[in-house]
């Protein structure tokens, strides 16, 4: 765990795992932190990959900021980082809101982004999605882990991951419902709003680089259509679709997103 403090003096908190190789640029779901990805560090930096994780302002264990900010923010906050580290280009992996943040980046920095992986991402904020998002800031409002725990997780895990692991979302509940405070709800509430006009269907040509589009069969929040039509719009891209998994399919189906990632990598990166 290190500390880098951006241009307006706020904390960002990352690590950097890995010795030598290229970098993969970690970037989170909007409910995620840099220690979501503990399990998949050992995998990439033994495929002789570094391995940058990034807590967004007001995520994890960087800062918070009380004011109100778009998606935008953060783009910045990691070209500082980047340039901090004397990095000059990566590999984002990001998922959802994370991958939101990593199309943005590969549109004003395209020559930092050699190549990216997008995982249940949308191009454009949909009426449901906004309207699934304000009904998680309800449930924050509630200031009760444990009832945004409950009310929030049906839309992230598919039906067929709920029938399978009854046992492992009753025992994430209980380790939430403490980590899951009034000050991390409150945080969860800005980072939301920050995506709430995101929209960048029309520039989604401007991507040029090798892109892999990681779609949840199951996904209701950012469904297999709205990917292909990402997709569609981007030239040099390919879609794979995970079945039997939700939005969180990163999770769901660990073995195989890994084994897309690698495989991606493997044919976009060079690996010296």
């Known amino acids: 765990m290190a500390e880098f403090f951006v241009d307006d003096g706020l904390k960002i908190n990352y690590h950097l795992d890995g010795e030598a190789g290229p ?16 399990d998949f560090v050992p995998l990439y930096t033994e495929n002789n990959y570094r391995v940058l994780r990034v807590d967004f302002r007001d ?35 990001g998922i959802s809101y994370g ?15 050699s190549s ?13 999605l906004k309207a699934a998002s304000q009904a998680w800031q309800e449930a924050a409002d509630l200031k009760d882990g444990r009832k945004f725990f409950r009310l929030a997780m049906p839309y992230i895990y598919s039906d067929h991951f709920y029938k ?26 800005r980072l939301a709003e920050s995506s709430f006009d995101f929209d960048i269907e029309e ?40 079945n039997d998994a939700g939005h969180a399919s990163c999770y769901e189906k660990m073995d195989e997103f ?3 990632v690698l495989g991606h990598l493997a044919l976009t990166v060079k690996n010296n």
């Not at 991958?99 to 982004?113: K, Q, R, S, T």
């Not at 990216?116 to 449901?128: H, I, K, Q």
């Not at 292909?228 to 390919?238: G, Q, V």
């Open 258 to 260: 890994n084994t897309a």
């Open 59 to 93: 995520q994890g264990l960087s800062g918070s900021y009380p004011k109100d900010y778009r998606i935008e923010v953060h783009v910045e906050d990691i070209v500082e980082l980047l340039d901090y580290l004397e990095i000059a280009e990566v590999v984002p992996v």
């Open 99 to 113: 991958g939101m943040v990593a199309m943005l980046m590969a549109i004003e920095y395209p020559e930092m982004v």
């Open 23 to 38: 970098v993969i640029l970690i970037l989170n779901g909007i409910m995620m932190s840099t220690a979501s990805w503990a």
């Open 164 to 189: 399978h692991n009854q046992e492992f979302l009753e025992s994430r509940e209980e380790i939430l419902a403490d980590v899951l405070d009034e000050k991390w709800l409150a945080r969860f509430n």
């Open 116 to 128: 990216m992986v997008l995982a249940n991402v949308v191009a454009r904020v949909t009426p449901y």
């Open 203 to 242: 520039r989604l040509s401007e991507i040029e680089i090798p892109v892999l589009l990681v779609a949840g069969e199951l996904d209701i929040l950012t469904p297999l259509e709205k990917m292909k039509e990402i997709a569609s719009r981007i030239s040099d891209s390919r879609l794979l679709t995970i």
